[in-house]
């Protein structure tokens, strides 16, 4: 954490106020007092953790600018990043974010911004398609900057789905207020992904086939590529492929089963 408020007091473009929203419930206050910018941060203290949506939302109604940067707590970014981000912001764009690389290997790409498939499947781009900025279906959300404007037009982010899937939504509702979604490849920064389970994955790759629309037949096509080819690289690396997780997040995703599993 001391990291990241590290990085966000050497900006060249400053932030009002800090929000850490803390998911374990572990920091106190007294724990800021020695961190940079203390003076302007403010601690939000979610011990049952709701999730990512929740989490970012908590900045619903506190915010005094024009714009929120969303970080995860192991963000790596230049000095430059707010800057850069908030003039991409200019007319019909609805959220900014760099080009993102593994932490544990800065010389790969993790995502170039996000693509979407007609069935609901989600992947990142591994290469950016412009020195330019240019616009995307979706941007990973472990770092992106969104006006405040945009949010508050789409209702903010998705809680339904605890984990994984709420920024190609967040992308989708942009899209259907005609808000784009850039990547600003000049802008570079690094953060490590998770795992996803196979259970959340599915389920809430199926959740959003239900809000988006897209037929049973064409999302169930889209959930067994997925499947497979994640199941196949799974077992290359000696672990179960995860069918009966991916059986248990297709019927709980069918039935609507939403938030923490």
């Known amino acids: 954490m001391r990291a990241v408020l590290e990085q966000l007091d050497a900006q060249?473009?400053?932030?009002?106020?800090?929000?850490?929203?803390?998911?374990?419930?572990?920091?106190?206050?007294?724990?800021?007092?020695?961190?940079?910018?203390?003076?302007?941060?403010?601690?939000?203290?979610?011990?049952?953790?709701?999730?990512?949506?929740?989490?970012?939302?908590?900045?619903?109604?506190?915010?005094r600018g024009d714009s929120l940067l969303v970080l995860t707590h192991d963000a790596v970014f230049s000095d430059r990043l707010a800057e850069h981000l908030l003039d991409a912001l200019d007319g019909r764009e609805g959220c900014a974010a760099p080009l993102l690389k593994f932490a544990s290997d800065r010389s790969r790409v993790f995502?170039?911004?996000?693509?979407?498939?007609?069935?609901?499947?989600?992947?990142?781009?591994?290469?950016?398609?412009?020195?330019?900025?240019?616009?995307?279906?979706?941007?990973?959300?472990?770092?992106?900057?969104?006006?405040?404007?945009a949010l508050d037009r789409i209702d903010w982010i998705a809680e339904e789905y605890f984990l994984y899937f709420e920024d190609v939504d967040t992308g989708w509702r942009l899209a259907g207020q005609s808000l784009d979604c850039l990547i600003v490849p000049d802008e570079v920064a690094y953060q490590q992904p998770g795992a996803h389970p196979m259970y959340l994955g599915v389920r809430n790759m199926v959740l959003f086939a239900r809000k988006a629309g897209i037929g049973a037949l064409r999302s169930a096509c889209a959930v067994a590529y997925r499947v497979g080819r994640e199941g196949l690289g799974r077992l290359r690396r000696g672990k179960p492929m995860g069918i009966g997780d991916a059986l248990r997040g297709w019927r709980d995703g069918r039935l609507g089963l939403t938030g923490k599993p």
């Open 12 to 63: 060249t473009s400053q932030a009002r106020q800090v929000l850490i929203v803390d998911n374990g419930g572990t920091l106190k206050d007294a724990d800021l007092t020695a961190m940079p910018l203390a003076d302007r941060t403010v601690l939000i203290s979610r011990p049952d953790n709701p999730g990512y949506g929740a989490a970012v939302n908590e900045a619903r109604g506190r915010l």
């Open 111 to 149: 995502s170039a911004g996000g693509s979407l498939t007609r069935g609901g499947r989600a992947f990142h781009l591994s290469a950016p398609r412009s020195t330019a900025p240019y616009p995307v279906e979706w941007v990973d959300g472990a770092i992106a900057m969104y006006t405040a404007e």
